[in-house]
Each structure stands twice: as structure tokens, then as C-alpha cells.
């Protein structure tokens, strides 16, 4: 238990890692995509190390730690009245949601390929929508996955998203970000491969209320800290809902 508490109470502290990039943010194909669904220019990735052991246990703790260190906030921006801008408050908390993450192929999204009428003629997934008879083609646990919410954040996209015809472009992407974001181990017993990222959705407050990643509460602005506990890397995964860039 003393160690579990000290364990708790550690400081940890950031270093940006201002080379790294992912690989879909360099990817042509993916960037004309994002363009098109209205979210380039509105989502990016950042990355850091950092010097502690981290445990799932200590998420809250971990969370509130990133988005106060000086290092972080020297270099985070969010996206304002179409700038990016930093973090300009000081932050009282940190709301954290551990999102599940056990996916390591995308198995999860091949029951809406067999579904027909699953795309309105406008592209828009009607999988999303609770009233549709589809809805519940993905059940509530898989849902919750990171492997969906990345999925339906593509799906809806940004404020001027073109949609598609099919699926396929929006599993691609989905995809994508998904190998690029996260780290899986094999186990050398079974030989079966397993996520050992930690994901978690975030919303930074400071004295007003919610303040990262926006004030609002729109689904498609959205913030993830990503962590990686061997290598102690983290990324965080930033949207801002809005009208994205129209040139790669």
C-alpha cells in the first residue's frame, strides 16, 4: 500500500518530442481525406516522454500532471476562432474517462459492411443515429471502443465534411490512425499480439469550467491522451470541430 501511494503522489514530468509526427498527418492520401471530411488543419498530434512509471491506477493523477507542466503548456495550442492558440488559463482539473482499447485488428466494423442502407445518400452513417434500425448492428461494449470512437469521429468529421459513398474511405483512415497512435506487445508464450496503451479521453477545466479542448459541448472537439508505459511516451490526439483547411 506505501508503495501504491507513493506511486501516486509521484510528479511526473514531460519532455516534447517535437520530431516525432505520425505517420497518417504525412500520408497524401489520408491528408486529401481529411480534407475533404473538413478536419485537416483542426486535428493534430503531439507527443512527449516522461519520466515516471506509469500504472492505469493512476490516470486522474497522471492526466492533470500532463496538462500543468510547464513543458506541455509551452507548447500546447488549441484551436480558436480559427488560430491556434495556447492554453491561456490556469488548470484547476482535469475530467479523465478511460476509453477501452483491446482491438488489435478491425474485425469490430465488419458487421456495417454487411448492413445495406448503411450509408445515407448524402454518405452519412446512419449507424450513428439511436432511431435507425442499424444502430444496434455495433453493441453498446464495442461502441465504447477506441477503435469506434475513432471510427465515428471520421464518420461525422468536420463543419463542412463532404461524406462518402462507402465505407471503405472512413475504415482506411480509421485505421491509420488507429496503428499510428497506439503500441501492441506479442506474448511470447501464445504468440498473441495485445494493445498495452492506455487511452484516455480528457477535458481540461480551469476557474470558469471546461476550457480544453473547447468550451462547448460538441462531440466532434475532442482531446486523448494516449499512453505508452514502456516506452513513457505519450501522445495526445486533439480535434476542434469548425471549417478545416481546403490545401494540403
Not at 26 to 38: N, R, T
Not at 85 to 97: I, K, N, T
Request: hydrophobic share 35%; proline share 6%.
Amino acid at each position: 500500500m506505501a508503495d501504491e501511494k507513493y506511486q501516486f503522489e509521484q510528479n511526473f514530468s514531460f519532455t516534447p518530442l517535437l520530431t516525432k509526427t505520425p505517420s497518417f498527418l504525412q500520408d497524401k492520401a489520408a491528408l486529401e481525406l481529411l480534407m475533404k471530411w473538413s478536419m485537416l488543419g483542426r486535428i493534430s498530434v503531439q507527443y512527449y516522454s516522461f519520466d515516471q512509471s506509469f500504472y492505469p491506477y493512476n490516470s486522474h493523477h497522471f492526466a492533470l500532471m500532463f496538462f500543468k507542466d510547464p513543458q506541455v503548456l509551452s507548447n500546447l495550442r488549441k484551436m480558436q476562432a480559427g488560430a491556434w492558440v495556447p492554453l491561456d488559463s490556469p488548470v484547476v482539473c482535469v475530467d479523465v474517462e478511460v476509453v477501452p482499447c483491446s482491438r488489435v485488428s478491425m474485425d469490430l466494423l465488419d458487421p456495417i459492411y454487411a448492413c445495406r442502407g448503411i450509408l445515407r445518400p448524402s454518405g452519412h452513417v446512419v449507424l450513428q443515429e439511436e432511431e435507425s434500425e442499424h444502430y444496434d448492428v455495433i453493441g453498446r461494449e464495442e461502441r465504447g471502443e477506441f477503435l469506434f470512437r475513432l471510427f465515428k469521429h471520421v464518420c461525422l468529421g468536420g463543419e463542412l465534411c463532404q461524406y462518402e459513398d462507402t465505407i471503405a474511405p472512413y475504415a482506411q483512415v480509421t485505421k491509420h490512425i488507429y496503428k499510428d497512435l497506439l503500441s501492441v506487445q506479442r506474448d511470447p508464450q501464445s504468440g498473441g499480439i495485445s494493445v498495452v496503451s492506455t487511452v484516455l479521453k480528457v477535458c481540461v477545466h480551469d476557474e470558469t469550467g471546461p476550457h480544453y479542448p473547447g468550451r462547448g459541448d460538441e462531440e466532434q472537439t475532442f482531446a486523448y491522451l494516449i499512453i505508452d508505459p514502456f516506452k513513457r511516451h505519450v501522445c495526445l490526439l486533439y480535434h476542434c470541430y469548425g471549417v478545416g483547411s481546403f490545401t494540403l
